[in-house]
T-cell receptor
Framework: DQQVKQNSPSLSVQEGRISILNCDYT??????FLWYKKYPAEGPTFLIS?????DKNEDGRFTVFLNKSAKHLSLHIVPSQPGDSAVYFC??????????????FGQGTTLQVKP | GAVVSQHPSRVICKSGTSVKIECRSL??????MFWYRQFPKQSLMLMAT?????????EQGVEKDKFLINHASLTLSTLTVTSAHPEDSSFYIC?????????????FGPGTRLLVL
């Protein structure tokens, strides 16, 4: 049973426009969320994260929004650049005595930014 | 962010041989490292959690005798694929947590492409 879902396997956006990548989760105990970017044959690169005590976190062109009631988060990239073309994974973890630091990943969304 | 390296980046071996992959945290000490596997066009699958000075914790369905993990120091974890077979061909990625950071951000290595002939 997929606890973290990225329902859009791919997204195509024109350069300069906004890219919005979505992620849904099922467990309300999750309290830390991350976005990673991955190029083929490379390890994921950490982009941005958000704690459940916030509903927005911004870093340059990247903004992550968290809607706890809907168990939904999104990554906004604006303006999008061709170099942003990659696979984006959302991931989450949960604090607590049983927390081992494991992250649970979504299936990934392939973003293509067209020049 | 923290830097994690992996070696080798690519390895080709014959069926039946063992392959060792190293994962190093370069600018921090990692008490916990993670090993993942990724098949083409699929998500990252956590194989095991490597704990410095103790036994690794394996995920369900992962054979601990097949994938040996050693975390002998705070900067090095190794994954050994024993008696490799073609179905073990995959992209193996490690990650590490920086304990000085409050949140559980994991920093990933560049990955190792294993091809078993």
């Amino acid at each position: 049973d997929q606890q973290v879902k990225q329902n859009s396997p791919s997204l195509s956006v024109q350069e300069g426009r906004i890219s919005i990548l979505n992620c849904d989760y099922t467990n309300s105990m999750f309290d830390y969320f991350l976005w990673y970017k991955k190029y083929p044959a490379e390890g994921p690169t950490f982009l941005i994260s958000i704690s459940s005590i916030k509903d927005k976190n911004e870093d340059g062109r990247f903004t992550v929004f968290l809607n706890k009631s809907a168990k939904h988060l999104s990554l906004h990239i604006v303006p999008s650049q061709p170099g942003d073309s990659a696979v984006y994974f959302c991931a989450t973890s949960a604090h607590g005595s049983s927390n081992t630091g494991k992250l649970i990943f979504g299936q990934g969304t392939t973003l293509q930014v067209k020049p | 962010g923290a830097v994690v390296s992996q070696h080798p980046s690519r390895v080709i071996c014959k069926s039946g041989t063992s392959v060792k992959i190293e994962c190093r945290s370069l600018d921090f000490q990692a008490t916990t490292m993670f090993w993942y596997r990724q098949f083409p066009k699929q998500s990252l699958m956590l194989m095991a959690t490597s704990n410095e000075g103790s036994k690794a914790t394996y995920e369900q369905g992962v054979e601990k005798d097949k994938f040996l993990i050693n975390h002998a120091s705070l900067t090095l974890s190794t994954l050994t694929v024993t008696s490799a077979h073609p179905e073990d061909s995959s992209f193996y990625i490690c990650s590490a947590r920086d304990p000085s950071e409050y949140q559980e951000t994991q920093y990933f290595g560049p990955g190792t492409r294993l091809l078993v002939l």
